[in-house]
């Protein structure tokens, strides 16, 4: 069991900034996220892009920005459960909070702070009616291990990198058959693993099939076909043992959806005063949260974890008076 | 202040007429939110997620889509020869009588 003052849900930049707030106060913090690296959306959508809102930099790339909350945190020796979404919360006979997460870590804290921005980024799944029906036996959305492909027919969809980069994979000896399936001619992932693909093609060790999409699948207890639609060549059939759709990842609010918070419009109310929800002991701060006026601004999420903090700590230690201490005056003395 | 109308038919295929602003340097997705039509924009208008898909139902011509544009379109789905995305489409007096069709989310 991991134990800590403020577990906060979300290691973007409003959570990351959190640790280094609560740090000033004594507050040891745990971050939970679903992405396998730090930093939320600045890190996953767009680390490359300049932000120019941020006080005192006219502009900062958003990796970079994700880089120095980390090394601005870094004092207070935040822990971190990574590739894992926050899945359910309960409390404890001395109130506090056990938040699970789906890989079952346990976590255990007085104060949730979910920071949790748009929610968790998930595979964006392509909108087959029985689709679900073979995500244990067949699909997949994510490749874990490719030695599950091992000596198996496999299909392939997207155009990025990562369905280039497998197809390159699992073409090299390890799946029997490989079918890269791709709705236009063009392929956006860089240029060598194209034309890498290009050649596998041209060779006859992967099939190649572009200006496609797959509109059905069929199977009894597991997958067999793939229905493919082609625009020149209308409807075929492809038979294989998996089929692994690549399209990216999109933000779903999750399992917060069910902790009895009050939500309107995917987003969390709370009480401006100090960031709170309707359940006693969780805030909610930053992108995810609403009130009246709320802007999503990475700039406004940072005032509303400083605030957040002070009232964790009062919810803490409500004996004890805090004081405002400047880190100009008192430095940064970490953990 | 000059202002153009766009038609905007959402996912029950209800029209809404809608004012646009031409110097405020909106886009689409931006004048669906504004008008609190459900259009996520997750991205903020970079190109870089695909929930503001739509469907350009009039014969404006709008401008080619870029690199980006076009990558993005490839992450999502029910995509046909209409579709753009609302964010990189720009608010412009030429655009007058622009129609749009919401895609699905998915």
Known sequence: MIQTDILIIGAGPCGLFTVFEAGLLKLRCHLIDALPQPGGQCAEIYPKKPIYDIPAYPSILAGELVDRLMEQAEPFQPGFTLGERAETIEKDDEDQFILTTSRGTKHRAPIIAIAGGLGCFEPRKPPIENLSNFEDTGVEYIIKDPEFYRDKKVVISGGGDSALDWTIFLADGVASEVTLVHRREGFRGHLDSVQKVMDLAEQGKIKLLTNAEVVGVDGDDHLQTLTVNHKQQGEMTLDTDHWVPLFGLSPKLGPIADWNLNITKNAVEVDTVDYSTNVPGIYAIGDINTYPGKLKLILCGFHEATLMVQSAFKRIYPDKNLVLKYTTVNGVSGF | ?106
């Open chain 2, 1 to 106: 202040m000059s202002m153009i109308k766009v038609t905007v038919i959402d996912r029950e295929g209800t029209s809404h007429e809608l004012d646009a602003p031409t110097d405020m340097g909106m886009n689409m997705m931006e004048l669906c939110k504004s008008a609190e039509l459900p259009v996520e924009g997750t991205c903020g208008g970079m190109a870089m997620c695909a929930s503001c898909h739509m469907y350009v139902k009039s014969d404006h011509a709008l401008p080619e889509k870029s690199n980006d544009e076009e990558d993005m379109l490839d992450e999502a789905f029910h995509v046909s020869e209409e579709s753009r995305l609302g964010c990189q489409i720009h608010l412009a007096d030429d655009l007058d009588g622009l129609t749009v069709h919401l895609a699905p989310v998915g």
